[in-house]
């Protein structure tokens, strides 16, 4: 009896062992398939939870053949340029993660103290900010300029009847919604600048964005702004940051115009450290530029330059470089695409304010990208406050929400797993999208009180309480680091 029962006990271990492998090579089996696509897996990072888009949204006839998809990251090597010989057609930008200095990739070391000359770990170089050096006082230019913009007139003349006009008076009226901690500085003074780099460089945003115009050129309210570009590149590689140019439009610039620009810029300023560079799947570490209202410019007269074919085409050249659009409207899409350009980027930081920066849409945006092998650069911002130069602008409006507006941009960014993220911005402080120090200042009279343009534009000044003047340096940091962290589970 004993012997009989030691030989049920010896199968039942045999089979509860058979059940057990089978089990095992089943988990195996799934869990395999899941890495090929076929299902999501569990863990922390946000993007597990979200399907990968795969087709071109709303099937555009003028969308352009799928792209080879993205690569994996490549190591860290200097900037290589290849001049193309008569007749090359080049291939297309194909594009991968991220850049560090010298064209090394935030994601080709997953040790957070090791990113870029010197950044350590914590510039995220895949966070990119716009900026504007376009502000000037007395002390170094002579005048103020942008902080005293006039009141702008709204296109129905029935409409701006009912609307102040005039101009700002700094110091204390400055033609913004918030007042800067540092006053009304200019964009010439080098400790304003070394300022503004700390404050990035607190942010953690890796990568500025310089609003520019070919030498000589100038926004409607300002001076030129090229013979800054030294100081600027000077002072951001003292804080380990990047520099890249944001190309505004500009009386009869066209495709053949920008071709020059992007000659002039990568010529004059390409061998600087603080030159921001792009690892491309190729190997290359090539420039990324954002041509803000590309749309302005026929796709086919952009085709001249940006596709290999082209009769003027910078592709395979040394002046070659990864190009983002701006798209407002969803016929963009498919014209980008055709034009040749690496990407696109939104730009807007009011959400629902265009198609390309309502944040319900950048999941479908995100999914065209993926289809045509572009780049998608969504655009977060704090929020949106233009009355001290468009009083009559209200229903554009945004308000911050002590933050949770900006984080709220946040989420809806990295739920579309972007490569970059860029943010609007830095100091745009007529549109009241600066992440800049801010503090409370009760009126626009030069002693406080309530003096200003008249109602609407002398409207009292916003602030960051009951935040701190840093506050949203402070966000950007939280959420810079969150898309490292989220990209680095994304990869594994």
Request: charged share 20%.
């Amino acid at each position: 009896m004993v012997r009989l029962r030691r030989k049920w006990l010896a199968l039942v271990v045999f089979v509860v062992f058979v059940v057990g492998v089978m089990m095992g090579l089943g988990a195996v089996s799934r869990r395999a398939d899941d890495d090929d696509g076929g299902g999501g897996g569990g863990g922390g990072s946000l993007w597990e939870f979200m399907p990968r888009p795969r087709a071109v949204v709303g099937g555009d006839p003028l969308a352009a053949p799928a792209r080879p998809a993205p690569a994996s990251p490549l190591p860290a090597g200097p900037p290589r340029k290849t001049e193309a010989s008569d007749g090359d057609q080049a291939a297309s930008t194909g594009l991968v993660k991220g850049d560090g200095a010298n064209g090394s990739s935030n994601n080709d070391n997953n040790n957070d103290d090791n990113d870029g000359d010197g950044g350590g770990g914590d510039v995220n170089y895949d966070v990119h900010i716009f900026y504007y050096a376009w502000f000037g006082n007395p002390r170094f230019d002579g005048r103020y300029v942008h902080w005293n913009h006039a009141l702008l007139r709204h296109w129905d003349a029935k409409v701006a009847a009912a609307w102040p006009t005039g101009a700002h008076e700094p110091p204390g009226d400055v033609a913004a919604s918030f007042y800067p901690e540092l006053g009304p500085y200019s964009s010439r003074d080098p400790a304003a600048v070394h300022g503004h780099m700390r404050q990035l460089r607190h942010a953690a945003a890796g990568v500025l964005v310089l609003s520019w115009y070919p030498p000589g050129r100038k926004d409607d309210n300002g001076d030129p702004v090229d013979d800054l570009v030294p100081m600027l590149l000077d002072a951001a590689h003292r804080h380990a940051l990047k520099v890249t140019f944001h190309i505004e439009p500009y009386k009869n610039r066209d495709e053949r115009s920008v071709r020059n620009d992007v000659k002039y810029i990568i010529d004059r300023y390409g061998s600087h450290p603080a030159f921001h560079r792009y690892r491309t799947s190729s190997g290359q570490a090539l420039p990324l530029l954002y041509v803000y209202d590309s749309y302005l410019t026929a796709p086919d007269a952009w085709a001249e330059i940006l596709t290999p074919g082209g009769a003027q085409s910078v592709r395979g050249t040394q002046y070659d470089a990864v190009f983002l659009a701006l798209v407002v409207e969803q016929r963009h899409l498919g014209e980008i695409a055709r034009a040749g350009f690496d990407g696109l980027y939104t730009y807007f930081a009011t959400n629902g304010f265009s198609f390309g920066s309502s944040h319900h849409n950048w999941r479908s945006l995100k999914a065209f990208c993926d289809a045509n092998g572009l780049l998608f650069v969504p655009s977060v911002g704090p929020g949106y406050a233009d009355a001290s130069v468009r009083p009559w602008n209200q229903q554009n409006a945004r308000g911050r929400v002590h933050g949770r507006y900006y984080e709220a941009a946040f989420r809806a960014a990295l739920l579309t797993r972007p490569e970059i993220i860029s943010i609007t911005s830095f100091n745009e402080w007529h549109e009241g999208t600066q992440i800049e120090t801010a503090i409370p200042r009760k009126g626009r009279g030069r002693d406080g009180g309530a003096a200003g343009v008249g109602a609407g534009g002398g409207a009292p000044y916003l602030d960051y309480l009951p935040g701190a003047p840093d506050m949203y340096l402070s966000l950007t940091r939280k959420w810079a680091m969150r898309l490292r962290k989220e990209k680095q589970q994304w990869l594994m």
